[in-house]
T-cell receptor, first 115, second 115 residues
Framework: GNSVTQMEGPVTLSEEAFLTINCTYT??????LFWYVQYPGEGLQLLLK?????DKGSNKGFEATYRKETTSFHLEKGSVQVSDSAVYFC??????????????FGKGTLLTVNP | GAGVSQSPSNKVTEKGKDVELRCDPI?????LYWYRQSLGQGLEFLIY????????KSGLPSDRFSAERTGGSVSTLTIQRTQQEDSAVYLC?????????????FGNGTRLTVT
């Protein structure tokens, strides 16, 4: 079956530090890959996505590149801010019969950014 | 409302009692999803609705769990004879359509505690 493994947290950084949150996946087909973010007191929301190999998703200064050869989708940001403190979830959806409704999530990584 | 609304936000119940969790999706969203997040675990898919029908119920843990959706809008997740292992955060999400990488919009969840 499908699975997503992401680095365990918590991750604590100082403002303006470089961020990497690793994510690898297992899928039998051709998944789309996502990063969702959950800010304190809010629901999960889509941060970025990539739908095929070598695509780069980007949003709010975050980037992730779909690497089929290493089955990875690592999240990076060059300079984090206090407002980036949140829980980050890596997820995949696998195309099956033209539908890819079912997301498989990693366990989440808590990021805390200190001033 | 502007987002996915779930009620109640918190529910404490005694073992053996039935509970109902409600989800109001974003207006116009045809697809609705229920996920469960247990302590230290990722999000676990439970069931998905397209309109009022549920093409995939494969994630429901047991026959004590059921869900329905009426009018292509509100959904109710019912847990009968609750057990302590049912304690978790139950998340509802909706999307404009199923498949096609339509992003999921999540509610803030219902935190269920079974004592």
């Amino acid at each position: 079956g499908n699975s997503v493994t992401q680095m365990e947290g918590p991750v604590t950084l100082s403002e303006e530090a470089f961020l990497t949150i690793n994510c690898t996946y297992t899928a039998t087909g051709y998944p789309s890959l996502f990063w969702y973010v959950q800010y304190p007191g809010e629901g999960l929301q889509l941060l970025l996505k990539a739908t095929k190999a070598d695509d780069k998703g980007s949003n709010k200064g975050f980037e992730a590149t779909y690497r089929k050869e290493t089955t990875s989708f690592h999240l990076e940001k060059g300079s984090v801010q206090v407002s980036d403190s949140a829980v980050y979830f890596c997820a995949l959806s696998e195309h099956s019969g033209g539908s890819n409704y079912k997301l498989t999530f990693g366990k989440g990584t808590l990021l805390t950014v200190n001033p | 409302g502007a987002g996915v609304s779930q009620s109640p936000s918190n529910k404490v119940t005694e073992k053996g009692k039935d509970v109902e969790l409600r989800c109001d999706p974003i207006s116009g969203h045809t697809a609705l999803y229920w996920y469960r997040q247990s302590l230290g675990q990722g999000l676990e898919f439970l069931i998905y609705f397209q309109g009022n029908s549920a093409p995939d119920k494969s994630g429901l843990p047991s026959d004590r769990f059921s869900a329905e959706r009426t009018g292509g809008s509100v959904s109710t997740l019912t847990i009968q004879r609750t057990q302590q292992e049912d304690s978790a955060v139950y998340l509802c999400a909706s999307s404009l359509e199923a498949g096609g990488d339509s992003p999921l919009h999540f509610g803030n969840g219902t935190r269920l505690t079974v004592t």
